[in-house]
């Protein structure tokens, strides 16, 4: 196994010896991490701070990840399951929200979207480590419209949406080249036009039923508080056991 090494300021990170991005890691027998530690954040969830309204709470976490968090704060990890029950996850971008749900935008031919195609029921999860916060939301996935999807695509670089059409989401394909001559091509096509709005193209909104707010604390006796959607469209919540 490779070996830890401990780093300043009392956190303990594995010993890479340097920059090791390319697969050349000598690890031929694993690595025992078990000694990685995170330290106290001091931040607490109680249940009189917390606001009836789950979006609203979110928005709180949400604002502050995003002045804390260096990089891709609206990152999460999006779970969804096959028609035959075998569960798939990613990253994919938050792009906005509110009392309606959660949206991103994706290829509407992709493996998570003929996950979706049989199962509406998925996951969403943030985790911000700065404040060790975990956000779990449950829910089901719908198309947005075609009209709210073109919103979001025109205010899009060109790049990204040359991008959309060049890529065949989760097919597999036989070489990079492959993949940049398409894009020459789909450069090439729309010169000097505005990119088209592919149809196979869009936004999903994950409708919340379920929203778990996680607060990390000291001996593991974290704070979690989970709010489920009734009928009248008012939130229950619960504690949870951490
Ligand atoms: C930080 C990050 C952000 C990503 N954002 C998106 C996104 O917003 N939409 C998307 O379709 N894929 C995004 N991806 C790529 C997905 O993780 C995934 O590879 C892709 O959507 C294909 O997934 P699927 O084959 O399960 O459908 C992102 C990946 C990373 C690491």
């Known amino acids: ?14 010993d890479m010896g340097g920059d090791d991005t390319t697969g050349t890691g000598t690890g031929h027998d694993g690595m025992n991490v078990s000694d990685l530690r ?44 096959d028609s035959d029950g075998r569960p798939s996850i990613r990253t994919v971008l938050l792009k906005y929200f509110d009392a309606k749900g959660f949206v991103f935008f994706t290829n509407y031919e992709s493996k998570k979207a003929i996950d979706i195609d049989g199962n509406a029921n998925v996951a969403l999860l943030f985790f911000w ?78 409708v919340p039923q379920q929203i778990e707010f996680w607060q990390g604390r000291r001996n593991r006796m974290h704070d979690r508080f989970q709010y489920s959607r009734q009928d009248d469209g008012t939130w229950e919540i619960e504690r949870l056991a951490p």
């Open 129 to 206: 480590s700065d404040a060790a916060r975990q956000v779990k939301i449950r829910g089901k996935a719908e198309r947005i419209s075609a009209a709210e999807t073109l919103k979001y695509f025109i205010s899009r670089p060109r790049g990204s949406q040359i991008g959309a059409w060049v890529s065949a989401q989760s097919s597999v394909i036989s070489s990079r080249a492959l993949l940049e001559t398409k894009f020459q091509e789909v450069k090439q096509k729309f010169k000097k036009k505005e990119v088209p709005l592919p149809s196979f193209w869009g936004g999903y909104r994950v």
């Open 1 to 14: 196994m490779s070996a830890i090494g401990t780093a300043a300021e009392g956190a303990i990170f594995p």
């Open 38 to 81: 995170r330290s106290a954040t001091g931040f607490v969830l109680d249940r009189e701070d917390l606001n009836e309204n789950p979006i609203v709470q979110f928005e709180g976490w949400f604002r502050h990840a995003c002045a804390s968090v260096p990089m891709d704060p609206n990152a999460m990890s999006f779970a969804t399951v």
